[in-house]
């Protein structure tokens, strides 16, 4: 009788052996609310580099954080952007950026503020924009729905512009041109001018300089943003 059950066991140990299911190979998709990588390129001058707010306050961390809610990991956020630039200078900052990947998920342009406090003729600045944005459309993979535009924000409704009538004026006009580039492109455009007009009555959008967006209002811009930028990049 032991040694039949014996015999028995050893029956249905090489039949389970045999007939071992395989494991099955990865890579596997996602787990539910698992976050998925997105990298990101922010291409711009002082409101993209965040003058005068801490660095989790500018708006392409701000835009960051506000995602990873849903599950989207912006990573890497790469930025090209500084204090100061006009559209030539930002060319030749991306032109110098050797460590910039091929293409990325996610691209937004934001620049020309310096170019109208400089005086500078508009029309340059219509040529160096689209040639910006193309760029960015290049490093989109071409991918439109993956490109963002945002206006230039008004510094006149600072303490700095003091509601200087000719500033707005010529913010105006350049986000006449921009716009229309991004609108020939089928490129989106976010207007965030209006959000930083509230800026002379509601100090708080504005940073300690005086002059730049504060930390509250770059938060204005990404809510403004957030349900376009999220539907998109979940497609």
């Known amino acids: 009788m ?21 494991k099955p190979q990865g890579p596997f998709p996602p787990l539910p609310g698992a976050t998925t990588p997105i990298s990101y390129l922010a291409l711009g001058d002082s409101y993209t580099i965040g003058e005068s707010v801490a660095e989790r306050e500018r708006y392409p961390k ?21 204090t100061g630039w006009t559209t030539d200078e930002l060319a030749d900052g991306i032109a110098v950026r050797d460590d910039l990947q091929t293409t990325y998920d996610l691209v937004t342009l934001l620049i ?16 160096e924009f689209r040639s910006l944005l193309e760029q960015a459309i290049e490093f989109a993979a071409g991918d439109l729905t993956r490109v963002f535009v945002i206006s230039i924000p008004d510094y006149a409704f600072t303490p700095f512009g003091n509601g200087n009538p000719t500033i707005s004026e010529g913010i105006d006009a350049y986000n006449a041109v921009n716009k ?37 209002q770059y938060a204005r811009w990404v809510s403004l943003m957030l349900p376009t930028v999220k539907e998109e990049l979940e497609d």
């Open 2 to 22: 032991r040694y039949l059950f014996l015999l028995v066991v050893t029956i249905l140990i090489g039949t389970c052996n045999t007939n071992e299911v395989a």
């Open 180 to 216: 229309a580039i991004a609108e020939t492109y089928g490129v989106r455009y976010f207007d965030i001018t209006p959000i930083s007009r509230e800026g002379l009555s509601m100090p708080s959008l504005v940073a300690s300089d005086g002059l730049h967006p504060s930390g509250a």
């Open 62 to 82: 701000q835009l960051a954080d506000s995602l990873a809610p849903f599950g989207i990991e912006l990573s890497p956020v790469d930025i090209v952007a500084r």
């Open 112 to 127: 020309g503020v310096n170019n109208q406090y400089r005086n500078r003729p508009i029309g340059p600045y219509e040529e």
